[in-house]
């Protein structure tokens, strides 16, 4: 009988999905594919089973969780969540063991990056893999097949364990694994594992609801972002543009997929190989459209890569600002080149793409002049940034924006109490427990919302939108940004003419009109 793996992602709350709102994004666990597809090339299929969950779309609920470990009976859990969601990897651990305590528990994703020490307080939890994990779980499945009954995993480098040695601290560390460097051996992630049509019917990170493939060109990102999680570390290493093609090409023979979503941290990092690789994108024998929900640095890019996003396919593209304060991008460690990065804005919307920004307000010792200077900031953008998000601070434990809130004098209590708000601006606006006070960070929102909903400027940007989305999707992007259901959003738009259910408009510059669908 095969060693059992099942792989689970928690990075979405169940009560949350379907809501439509901007903490609610479902989209394929390309991480757990990716260990998938490498484990499985390692090993056949008479000693490995392997089975990717999204615990969101398979099951909704744990009692659905419950159900599902019943059926496979695993022998070793793998658990992804972020920060924000780190509850819900606590409750499906308790669900793990509940079932078999002999299952192997791991935790992984950006809160295991984060908080191995914390995760391992829960008894639960065997493992943390607090970086990238596709030799670590090959290591741990040949462990087990070796010697079914072992918990002893300190040879398996790049794990933090429980330690039970008199005199030792609680949380060990065995030897530091490398990175791995080269990319272009590791398997395609397998769609295979996932139903592509459920994703489509979900609120997805650019709101579209067609089918889609992520695709991870790179990973690693050099810049040291105290709110980042830091999963593949600090150096950047990039698959060659014929991996990356090869893949695209794949993707397109099995399932027909034209939607692909760069989720890169850092696509432009090294331009010139960013450029070779839409130079590719632009000779395959069919059109895509490209997406870029984050992952592009707007002070490291030029006119020929602009163009070149345009000649690929690009609709969509995310700035990430956060701050107008150069204190602020200081203290962050981001240090953006403010006036390049507005330029680049400009270009991109000069070139008729969709131009997003993510701006963050709420930081431990931000002043109110400096939350009023990215305030400013916005509304100076507002005809350029179609969607300008705003997000509220918030320090997670383990992060190093937990660590700096506590050097400037946030107590515990305090800091416990700020991590528990759920993730959504509105949510967070309300707390009490934020880092500065409700009354400003809501009056910076609503002047930005205000300014946002001016009519003649929402019928410029949906002039631009409805070439691309459909009205379905528009509603979404709309809900996501006021952080609404989609009802509020449809009312809005109401007055400007919203078309019929899936009605998209015609397809602009080098979009095939066949791509509209």
Do not use: W
Not at 45 to 52: I, Q
Not at 267 to 286: R, T, Y
Not at 314 to 328: F, G, K, L, N, W
Not at 439 to 462: G, H, Y
């Amino acid at each position: 009988m095969p060693l059992k793996v099942l792989l689970i992602d928690a990075a979405t709350d169940f009560s949350e999905v379907g809501l439509g709102v901007a903490h609610n994004m479902v989209h394929p666990p390309l991480g757990l594919m990716l260990l998938a597809s490498y484990v499985r090339s390692c090993f056949s299929a008479d000693t490995l089973s392997v089975v990717v969950c999204d615990a969101a779309i398979q099951c909704g609920n744990f009692a659905a969780v419950a159900d599902l470990l019943a059926e496979h009976n695993p022998d070793l859990v793998g658990l992804r969540s972020l920060s924000s969601t780190y509850r819900q990897l606590h409750e499906l651990a308790r669900l793990a063991k509940a079932h078999n305590p002999a299952i192997l528990v791991v935790a992984g994703g950006p809160y295991a990056g984060d908080a191995p020490a914390q995760i391992l307080e829960d008894l639960n939890v065997d493992l943390v893999c607090p970086a990238e994990g596709e030799y670590v779980l090959r290591e741990l499945i040949a462990a087990l097949l070796d010697s079914p009954g072992s918990r002893d995993f300190r040879a398996v480098a790049g794990l933090y364990y429980r330690s039970q040695e008199a005199g030792c601290p609680p949380c060990r560390k065995t030897a530091l694994r490398p990175q791995i460097a080269d990319l272009d051996a590791m398997p395609f992630p397998d769609y295979g594992d996932i139903d592509l049509d459920r994703y489509a019917s979900f609120h997805a990170l650019t709101s579209i609801q067609r089918r889609y493939a992520l695709l991870l060109t790179s990973r690693g990102c050099p810049y040291r972002c105290i709110y980042c999680h830091s999963l593949f570390g600090k150096n950047f290493r990039h698959r060659s543009p014929g991996n990356i093609l090869a893949e695209i090409r794949s993707l397109y023979d099995r399932f027909g997929l034209r939607d692909f979503l760069i989720i890169d941290d850092i696509f432009n990092f090294q331009l010139d190989h960013a450029k070779e690789v839409l130079a590719g994108i632009c000779s395959l024998p069919f059109k895509v459209r490209l997406f870029f929900p984050n992952g592009l640095r707007g002070d490291r890019l030029d006119e020929e890569f602009l163009d070149l996003l345009v000649e690929a396919g690009t609709v969509e593209v995310v700035y990430a600002i956060e701050s107008a304060s150069p204190r602020i991008q200081r203290m962050i460690k981001k240090k953006l080149d403010l006036e390049k990065v507005e330029a680049a804005i400009e270009a991109t919307r000069e070139r008729g793409l969709i131009v997003n920004g993510f701006f963050m307000i709420g930081f431990p010792s931000e002043t109110p002049g400096e939350l009023s200077a990215t305030v400013a900031m916005i509304l100076r953008l507002i005809d350029s940034i179609h969607f300008p998000y705003i997000g509220i601070v918030r320090a997670y434990p383990g992060s190093a924006m937990y660590r700096l809130a506590g050097s400037l004098g946030y107590s515990e209590e305090f800091l416990r109490r700020h991590v528990r708000v759920p993730l959504g601006t509105q949510e967070c606006i309300r707390a009490e427990c934020n880092f500065l006070p409700t009354a400003l960070l809501q009056e910076a929102r609503t002047r930005v919302a205000l300014a946002f909903k001016d009519f003649a400027r929402t019928s410029a940007m949906l002039a631009v939108q409805r070439k691309y989305f459909t009205d379905e999707e528009l509603v979404m992007k709309y809900a996501t940004f006021f952080g609404s259901t989609p009802r509020v959003a449809r009312l809005f738009l109401k007055p400007f003419g919203l078309g019929r259910t899936g009605q998209v408009g015609a397809a602009q510059g080098n979009i095939d009109p066949s791509l509209a669908r």
